[in-house]
């Protein structure tokens, strides 16, 4: 055996998730928002301009996938770390072998982070300077929403782009190459894999395209030849390395059920809404995702009516997941009541709606003086927001100016008269609010 087959060896002992890896747009799955032709992200790589950015999407969608394609596509150097388990001093060593590298070869160096929202304060200060100074170009790949999870000086220098799961579509063409490809996938295997145990696999992996590769991968390794040689994948094999059993509906169906789930619960019919809940997760669905829709519900229709609900329906997530199935179902059937037999109100999904299309289009964000950040200001912003009032002062409520000035008579928030926003009304008449 010479050097090459050991490193060929090496290549076939990782991981098929590792080995179908991208490195050119051609090979990338999904993520067309992003990286189709023309768009901003992709001119961006492909001219090598790309300054420090964060990737942010769930598992497996492609995050780490599209940071080797850029290593692939510049010519810049390029540096991973994880932040689970890299330091300070990892980041310094990684700062300066890219100060060398531009200083003596004129090179640019990409540190790409894995799970850089665990990067504590201490960490991210380190990295910062380098940052600033261009020292490195930085790529930080996270599952977390970076503007809540990371250290704002870091995100408020990089532009982040956000990430979405895979389609099923997206999943099932992935796999299809992975059995064809004899190099790096699993065609030197010549598996036949039955279609509906596919279409499972790409649907049942949630988006992820990681754990598809790795329950295909599975699914071949593990199914016996059968007397003519030939490795048959059929669903009960593809249910087993997924660990989930195949929807006792079609896709169609699935789509029915959830829509009636939904639509039951606005309607306040808890009957049918725990029937489509059970059919759902009976059927295969994983029971989060029916939780998900809870708590969307809970806000969106329930709302400012009864605030419990959303309480009820987020103390259901957390019991299911400490508790699992079936014990988790209790819980959830209870939340499932209560968002049910909850007052009704959209109040708040119009007044989001309306605040949202308000901060998307208005220009002009004129904040009042008074509201200010003072602590770095000029003599004269102090003595401007000398001119706030603090409600504490006056009872717990003044009247004051607290939009920018043109939308200064905005009303995105009106309580309706049900449930608990008959109260809301109560206490906006007490203290002289519309």
């Known amino acids: ?59 497996g969608c492609g995050k780490t996938t599209l ?16 932040a689970v388990n890299a330091g300070v001093a990892d980041v310094k060593k990684a700062v300066e072998k890219a100060r060398e590298n531009l200083r003596m070869f004129g090179k640019r160096t990409y540190l790409m982070l894995d799970e850089c929202h665990r990067f504590n304060k201490t960490q991210s200060d380190s990295l910062l300077p380098a940052i600033e100074q261009g020292t490195i170009l930085f ?4 599952t977390e929403n970076p503007y809540a999870s990371m250290t704002p000086a870091i995100v408020s220098r990089c532009r982040v782009f956000q990430f979405e799961a895979l389609t099923a579509a997206d999943i099932k063409s992935a796999l299809e190459r992975a059995l064809s490809d004899k190099r790096k ?39 016996p030849p059968a ?22 509906y079609n896709e169609d169906l699935y789509y029915d059920i959830l829509s009636a789930f939904c639509k039951s619960l606005r309607g306040s019919d808890a009957n049918a809404v725990l029937y489509y809940a059970m059919r759902l997760i009976e059927g295969g669905c994983d029971p989060l995702l029916v939780i998900r829709r809870l708590i969307a519900h809970s806000a969106e229709d329930v709302g400012m009516s009864d605030p419990q609900a959303l309480l009820m329906a987020t103390a259901a997530l957390t019991a299911f997941k400490n508790m699992g199935y079936p014990e988790g179902l209790l819980p ?40 200010r950040d003072s602590s770095y200001a000029s003599k004269e912003m102090k003595a401007a927001s ?14 004051q100016q607290y939009l920018p000035d043109s939308l200064k008579d905005r009303v995105y928030y009106t309580p309706s008269d049900r449930g608990y926003e008959k109260t809301v009304q109560e206490i906006r008449k007490n203290k002289g609010k519309p």
Not at 67 to 82: G, H, M, R
Not at 233 to 240: I, M, N, P, T
């Open 67 to 82: 940071a080797n394609v850029i290593a692939a596509q510049t010519n810049a150097e390029f540096i991973k770390l994880n």
């Open 1 to 59: 055996m010479d050097l090459f087959d050991f490193n060929d060896n090496e290549e076939r002992a990782k991981p098929l998730a590792e080995r179908m890896r991208a490195s050119t747009f051609k090979d990338f799955v999904g993520q067309r928002h992003l990286i189709s032709e023309g768009s901003l992200l992709r001119r961006a790589i492909s001219l090598d301009r790309l300054g420090s950015c964060i990737f942010w999407g769930p598992p």
């Open 227 to 248: 007397e003519d040689g030939k490795i048959r994948v059929k669903l009960s094999d593809a249910e087993q390395s997924i660990q989930r059993k195949a929807l006792s």
């Open 139 to 142: 790529i930080g790949s996270t």
């Open 332 to 371: 959830l059937s209870e939340a499932i009541i209560y968002v049910c037999e909850a007052e009704k109100s959209n109040s708040v999904v119009m007044a989001m709606d309306a605040a949202r299309a308000d901060a998307k289009n208005n220009r002009d964000d004129d904040i009042p003086r008074y509201l």
């Open 386 to 399: 000398k001119g706030y009032k603090y409600p504490h002062n006056y009872g717990g409520y003044v009247e």
């Open 185 to 223: 996938g699993l065609g030197s295997y010549g598996a036949e894999v039955e279609e509906e145990a596919l279409t499972h696999l790409a649907v049942t992996a949630g988006g992820d395209l990681r754990t598809a590769y790795n329950a295909l991968e599975l699914a071949v390794l593990t199914t």
